[in-house]
């Protein structure tokens, strides 16, 4: 069969599809249109529709299987570097908010508070990023262990 036919056969199927919908849908012989007719025409497109994509083996589970297979596959070959791209990331974001309060809120603070309070914000600054840095460092540099192993079975 060439290319041209096939292709001029299901034309052909489609309009004699629409055809026949608008035989279901054409006004009555006494006014109006009867709902009957427009019903049937919708039911024989939804018959039409589930009968050309049926699948016995779909549910809900397979479809959000098929929605989430993207996210498997990256999950399944990029969780190495997920460490390595999130403490870049706190680095980089805790490094933005301290160049961030050294250029801008610092002179603010000196040009607007009394120095006592100006020594108060440089103290619990520091101290508060001196906690992040060092906890931030010992998370990532402890050993998370192992778990422990049953001398005696029960």
Known sequence: MRLGS???WQLSR???LALRLRRLCRPQEGGGWVGVRLSAAWRYGKLLLRSLYYNSLTNSDTLLDCAFEPVYWIVDNFTRWF???FVCLVVLLTSSVVIIVYLFVLPTIFSSYPAHWIAWHLCCGHWLLILVVFHYYKATTT???HP???LHPP
């Open 6 to 8: 096939s292709w001029r």
């Open 14 to 16: 489609a309009m004699r």
């Open 83 to 85: 460490g390595v791209v």
């Open 143 to 145: 050993s998370p262990g």
């Open 148 to 150: 422990p192993k049953v």
